[in-house]
């Protein structure tokens, strides 16, 4: 996902600095956190989804937001070393322990670093090589996978201390180019990677013990693609063949039936053009300096003829494959297929011719170019049959229907043309039909029910002809189709882009099939023969017999040391037998005398046995009598201690009871004592209270108070008749 985002300003002492930030990649994560991660040239946000919305999440990433990211993978969930549970000691209420069950995440930027990220705190920055820009990454259980450019591939495996640590890098030989893309297999066993502008290889993770980091290591992907625009693409006929050129510099012939690439071949040139003879067997390429027709043997191309063209636009073989075509500037060069011999030049265009196309029957070819002009020549006289001229309009795809009545053209001006021969009035557009795209190749099946037309944004619509305006578009290339092709049954529709592909699309269209009478015959096998050399035949004749011969002698050689071999083999055998018999014998008598000191022994110890157990019976019976002795005097012990304790206790007993008796006779004499004490007490205090009674009413007659207000009149009274002043009376 790419998008370019908003110009941000930035003022600073020197003036305001426009800067432009790019978004490359936004992704959600795939657990439940809901976290959606956009990252680019100074770009690092993060929003969490909720109710339908996209909320910022701040982040802790001190500056790193400024720098420039390239890419981002989630790691997938999974249990992490000591150090990753407790990530961080510093952290406030165990952030630590909540940070593992965060989205984590990898982050690639273009100074060599991945940045490790947990919800959306940093954890651990890696640096892998300074100065190479990290260009895609790859998680899996066992840790990730980073490709940067010049074809490194660096592992990375999960470590308890620092999260990951990295293990080993590998190179894609011969291929100096950025990683754009990384994928890990479901069972984690190979890893995929395409190159920018490059094939795509497979890398066995399984095996990353046992491989040496200087070998290539990686597996090419598939038959290989153009890693550049496709400039010409042509189909055979009686072999399932596709030829195409690029400006890679290579040419490949794909099986369409087998989905492979038969042949790819490499040369120092570009390609510009390409057309293959119906039999399958000759291919013409139109290279920068010339026109080149190749043989197509059995695993090579091999040259036959060059021809003068430079740089050929263009190049196709009549139907019936006597003749061919090429583009040559302004002429368009007609040849003899077998004897490469010139027919004519044809001559009328006065701007380069763009597209040329043959008539079903061979005697005429069609011509359009970039002066506007559309011409139908006929081969008898090399003179034009029709022509139309349209100035300001430059032609870029042209084709015929299968009966020559009518030719169809599109060029610059949006718009495709049919163009009919009208008596009298020469060859005029009798239908003009708006795209409102450009125009880039036609197609038109042998039934002459669909019209295909290919544009420039990467899609091959599909009209309805004769044409209504009508058509359905099918999005296939990611730049402008370059060329369109049916193949001679109208099953097969083929594509080929600047984008480097090519591309098959089935034609299924009941009209189609009802009208087109080559999808209705019977169809002939594809042709298996294929094309080799005298030279290359004799060659392979020659080393088949010296390998023949080198079997043979082989043969006779493996049979001599066989039999020398069988020889030894019978001499090793006798001798190890005549030794094995003979330390048998030997063993034999050993055995022999080691059964017979075996058998004096058990003797010899089965008397010591018995003399042994006679041994312990009489010891046996000796400290059984001892022990009863003892016994009987421990009994006889014990009874005396019983009757000794029976004694005590009866002592005990009438000590106690004297002891209660006493204490008792001295409790009932404490107690007589007690209540006589106080039946004394209460007689003492009836008295007192009498006399206190009889001293109160003498009070009351005489009326005599005492100072003393805490004290009774009738104290008062009794004191002054007995002494100097109140008992209660305290002295100054």
């Not at 597209?355 to 029957?361: E, F, L, Y």
């Not at 004096?600 to 006679?614: D, F, G, I, S, W």
Request: aromatic share 6%.
């Amino acid at each position: 996902m790419h998008v370019v985002m908003p110009v941000a300003k930035r003022t600073c002492t020197e003036g305001t600095q426009y800067i432009a930030f790019a978004v490359l990649q936004a992704s959600i994560s795939p657990g439940e956190g809901a976290l959606v991660t956009v990252v680019g040239t100074g770009v690092l946000k993060m929003f969490k989804v909720a109710d339908q919305t996209l909320k910022p999440l701040p982040l802790n990433a001190n500056r790193r937001d400024t720098l420039s990211f390239t890419c981002q993978t989630w790691v997938p969930a999974g249990e992490y070393g000591a150090t990753a549970a407790n990530s961080s000691a510093g952290d406030k209420g165990g952030t630590a322990a909540a940070g593992a069950d965060r989205e984590r995440q990898l982050m690639g930027t273009v100074d060599g670093e991945i940045l490790f990220f947990e919800g959306t705190e940093p954890r651990a920055t890696f640096n892998v090589y300074e100065g190479h820009v990290v260009g895609a990454l790859a998680a899996y259980s066992k840790g990730f996978v980073a490709g940067l450019d010049g074809g490194l591939i660096t592992l990375f495996e999960r470590d308890d201390r620092e999260y990951y640590r990295q293990t080993k890098t590998f190179t894609v030989v011969d291929h100096p180019l950025a990683i754009r893309s990384l994928a890990v297999s479901s069972g984690e066993e190979q890893l995929a990677l395409s190159l920018s502008g490059g094939p795509a290889f497979t890398l066995a993770l399984n095996n990353q013990e046992l491989m040496k980091m200087q070998d290539m290591n990686f597996e090419l992907l598939g038959p290989g693609v153009h890693t550049a625009g496709v400039t010409g693409l042509d189909l055979c006929v009686k072999r399932p063949l596709i030829a195409s050129c690029s400006t890679d510099r290579t040419v490949r012939l794909w099986n369409y039936a087998e989905r492979t690439c038969d042949m790819n071949k490499a040369f120092a040139e570009e390609a510009y053009s390409i057309a293959i003879h119906p039999t399958g067997l000759q291919m013409l390429v139109g290279f920068a300096d010339k026109l080149r027709l190749l043989s197509v043997l059995m695993d090579d191309l091999k040259t036959v003829k060059e021809i003068a063209i430079k740089a050929c636009r263009d190049v196709a073989f009549s139907n019936g494959g006597q003749y061919f075509a090429a583009v040559n500037g302004i002429t368009l060069s007609l040849y003899n297929t077998y004897t490469c011999e010139c027919l004519g030049n044809l001559r009328g265009h006065n701007g380069k011719i763009r597209a040329i196309c043959w008539g079903a029957s061979d005697t005429t070819v069609v011509s359009a170019g970039a002066d506007g002009a559309v011409y139908e020549w006929r081969l008898s006289d090399l003179k034009r049959e029709k022509e139309n001229v349209l100035k300001g309009c430059q032609y870029s795809a042209v084709i015929a229907t299968p009966d020559m009545t009518a030719l169809i053209a599109a060029g610059s001006d949006r718009k495709i043309k049919e163009m009919e021969d009208n008596s009298g009035a020469g060859t005029q557009v009798t239908r003009e039909l708006e795209t409102q795209s450009l125009i880039t190749a036609l197609a038109l099946p042998y039934g002459g029910k669909i019209l295909f037309a290919a544009t420039d944004a990467g899609g091959v619509r599909c009209y309805k002809y004769p044409l209504t305006g009508e058509f359905y578009e099918v999005k296939c290339h990611e730049g402008p189709i370059t060329r369109l092709h049916v193949s001679y049954d109208d099953c097969l529709l083929v594509s080929a882009g600047e984008d480097g592909s090519v591309l098959l699309l089935d034609i299924r269209d009941k009209e189609l099939a009802k009208a087109s009478t080559r999808q209705q015959q019977e169809k002939l096998p594809w042709a298996e023969e294929v094309l080799v050399s005298r030279a290359e035949l004799e060659e392979r004749r020659s080393h088949i017999t010296e390998l023949e011969q080198q079997v043979a002698e082989l043969t006779m050689q493996t049979e001599y040391q066989l039999r020398l071999k069988d020889l030894h083999m019978q001499e090793r055998v006798k001798e190890m037998t005549d030794k094995f018999n003979t330390e048998l014998d030997s063993d034999r008598q050993k055995f022999e005398l080691l059964l017979q000191e075996k058998n004096e022994q058990e003797m010899e110890y089965e008397e010591k046995l018995k003399q042994a157990e006679l041994r312990h019976s009489s010891q046996l019976a000796a400290l059984d009598g001892q022990y009863q002795i003892k016994l009987m005097a421990e009994v006889e012990r014990y009874q005396q201690l019983l009757q000794e304790k029976e004694a005590l206790n009866e002592r005990w007993d009438e000590q106690n009871a004297l002891l209660v008796e006493s204490h008792e006779r001295v409790i009932a004499e404490l107690a007589e004592e007690a209540e006589a004490k106080l039946a004394e007490e209460v007689l003492a205090a009836e008295a007192l209270r009498q006399e206190k009674t009889a001293m109160e009413k003498e009070a009351a007659e005489l009326g005599v108070q005492c100072p003393n207000p805490k004290c009774s009149s009738i104290a008062f009274l009794t004191a002054r008749s007995s002494g100097p002043g109140c008992k209660d009376e305290t002295p100054a």
